[in-house]
Every structure is written in structure tokens, then in C-alpha cells.
């Protein structure tokens, strides 16, 4: 149960770090060039 609960959350925290990046190249397409 334990190690699932964690992949859930590590998965889960993958998934918004992906739209943080998504929304700072979208607000921010500068930061990157």
C-alpha cells in the first residue's frame, strides 16, 4: 500500500511540474530561447 501511495504522489507531482513548465514556456517562451 505504502509504495503505491508514494508512486501516486511521485507520479502526481511529475504531472505538475510538467504543467508548471508547460505555463512558465507558455507565459514566459523568452526564458527559454
Known amino acids: 500500500m505504502n509504495i503505491l ?3 501516486k504522489k511521485e ?3 511529475l504531472i505538475k ?5 508547460y505555463e512558465y514556456r507558455f ?3 523568452q ?3
Do not use: H, Q, R
Open 5 to 7: 501511495i508514494s508512486m
Open 11 to 13: 507520479y502526481f507531482d
Open 17 to 21: 511540474e510538467g504543467k508548471k513548465k
Open 27 to 29: 507565459k514566459f517562451p
Open 31 to 33: 526564458v527559454n530561447e
